[in-house]
Nanobody, 122 residues
């Protein structure tokens, strides 16, 4: 089984910066597209950014120009650099990865981290 663990969440001031990371652990697997999602209280989970294994990125309009997603395939890790933070960025941020198991089953599934809290407040 592949597990995803997020780190880097915390408290930031408006206009400040925060960096998140998410690493996938396990053996005999391949990571496909990875992404970040967020969910604020009382709201549904929304996409923040995605990045393919080849480095193609996609961003939600609300974070374009402020957030940057990147990945290190050798480390099976995805990053989210958040700059110019706004109070409305406050949410639990979740890491997502498409996983292909390189075994007899060869199944593909969506793996999720447990989430990390990001709070933007003065």
């Amino acid at each position: 089984q592949v597990q995803l663990v997020e780190s880097g969440g915390g408290l930031a001031q408006p206009g400040g910066s925060l960096g998140l990371s998410c690493g996938a652990s396990g053996i005999f697997f391949r990571i496909n597209t990875m992404g970040w999602y967020r969910q604020a209280p009382g709201k549904q989970r929304e996409l923040v950014a995605t990045i393919t294994s080849g480095g193609i990125t996609h961003y939600a309009d609300s974070v374009k120009g402020r957030f940057t997603i990147s990945r290190d395939n050798a480390k099976n890790t995805v990053y989210l650099q958040m700059n110019s933070l706004k109070p409305e960025d406050t949410a639990v941020y979740y890491c997502d990865a498409g996983v292909t198991l390189l075994g007899g089953g060869g199944r593909t599934y969506d793996a999720w981290g447990q989430g990390t809290q990001v709070t933007v407040s003065s």
